[in-house]
């Protein structure tokens, strides 16, 4: 209660929970749990007041849609739902909010790439994350129509819009209310198997994201001849760190070429708790602690020998919008990288 959190340029992030007994109650009771919480930490009130500045200021400058997504930060989609509740509800006859929003949890590249499609062209897009924070974290990132960071008078605006908003001007509606077309799922090739789509005309109202944005990241491959001779012949491990790189990741080795590529099942879950790591570490894919932790999950699931004959092991933090690489060292050139070589 020492202060409002603060609004940043990529948005807002901070601590969701004090203890291990905290954020257990907040994955099993959702974001009316009777944990800790006030406005300098990530709870409903905070996310709500906070969206509800931005609403305002999206129908000052004449703003209409929305991108919506989340990690697998526990509670993140709760929490993107109440954002959507929040967008659906302060829509007036002469400003309707059209809301776009994941059906799971993804990556925020896709999420910023969603924005500039011609079939989003979204005016602002907003994701639960906390990036590669320790699992007590969360937060909301916040861009602009390009999918990037606010600049600093976009960020200015925001956060004086944000300074004049009471718990009484938060009003949601249940996104059953929404109005035909107004609320539009972001998903896969097909709706997911017992997913409440909440009413919505899904012959209408869905979009493939995930295939556009696995074929956008495939354009950026410059020598296309030589990964066709070489990716059969590469074999790459890969760790999700139970993040939204869980699916896309795998898939897109997969299309373009790598059939030689191992996951490690352990670490592939969604799971916000990220239970291979200790309480306040964060799963950050860079870190050599992440290292450790794929390195030692590999050879348990998949045995020394294929660890062995590996080229690559990668990883992805919990929103998937960073990349941790192990490789292979020369025996001449380990000496310069002391005790990280393999």
């Known amino acids: 209660f020492r202060q409002d959190i603060t609004f940043g340029t990529a948005g807002i992030r901070g601590k969701a929970a004090f203890t291990k007994d905290e954020l257990d109650k907040l994955k099993n009771e959702g974001p009316s749990a009777q944990i800790l919480k006030g406005p300098n930490t990530i709870n409903d009130i905070v996310l709500l007041r906070y969206t509800t500045g931005v609403v305002s200021y999206a129908r000052e400058k004449g703003l209409h849609k929305v991108a919506i997504g989340y990690d697998s930060r526990i509670a993140g989609i709760e929490f993107a739902e109440?954002?959507?509740?929040?967008?659906?509800?302060?829509?007036?006859?002469?400003?309707?909010?059209?809301?776009?929003?994941?059906?799971?949890a993804s990556p925020f590249p896709e999420l910023s790439f969603g924005l500039t499609t011609k079939e989003v062209r979204a005016d602002l897009g907003i994701l639960i994350s906390a990036s590669h924070n320790p699992s007590e974290y969360n937060g909301y990132k916040i861009t602009n129509f390009t999918g990037s960071q606010l600049p600093q008078s976009m960020k200015d605006e925001v956060t004086a819009a944000i300074s004049k908003v009471t718990t009484e001007h938060i009003i949601l509606k249940s996104m059953e209310e929404a109005e035909p077309g107004q609320l539009i799922w972001l998903g896969g090739r097909e709706p997911l198997d017992g997913k409440d789509y909440k009413g919505v005309d899904l012959n209408?109202?869905?979009?493939?994201?995930?295939?556009?944005?696995?074929?956008?990241?495939?354009?950026?491959?410059?020598?296309?001849?030589?990964?066709?001779?070489?990716?059969?012949?590469?074999?790459?491990?890969?760790?999700?760190?139970?993040?939204?790189?869980?699916?896309?990741?795998?898939?897109?080795?997969?299309?373009?070429?790598?059939v030689d590529h191992k996951v490690i099942s352990g670490l592939q879950e969604l799971d916000g708790l990220f239970p291979a790591f200790g309480w306040g570490e964060q799963p950050d894919p860079g870190d050599p602690i992440s290292a450790d932790i794929a390195v030692k999950k590999f050879?348990?699931?998949?045995?020394?020998?294929?660890?062995?004959?590996?080229?690559?092991?990668?990883?992805?933090?919990?929103?998937?919008?960073?990349?941790?690489?192990?490789v292979k060292i020369p025996v001449n050139q380990q000496y310069l990288f002391g005790k990280y070589r393999l």
């Open 299 to 326: 050879i348990e699931e998949h045995g020394q020998q294929a660890f062995d004959e590996l080229d690559m092991l990668i990883g992805t933090d919990p929103d998937a919008d960073r990349m941790g690489a192990i």
């Open 204 to 258: 209408a109202c869905f979009i493939d994201m995930h295939t556009l944005h696995v074929e956008q990241v495939k354009k950026f491959v410059l020598e296309k001849e030589l990964l066709d001779r070489q990716a059969r012949n590469i074999k790459i491990g890969f760790s999700a760190f139970n993040g939204s790189g869980n699916k896309v990741v795998p898939r897109l080795l997969k299309e373009l070429g790598f």
């Open 82 to 104: 109440m954002i959507a509740q929040c967008f659906i509800g302060q829509s007036k006859p002469e400003h309707r909010f059209i809301v776009y929003l994941f059906d799971e």
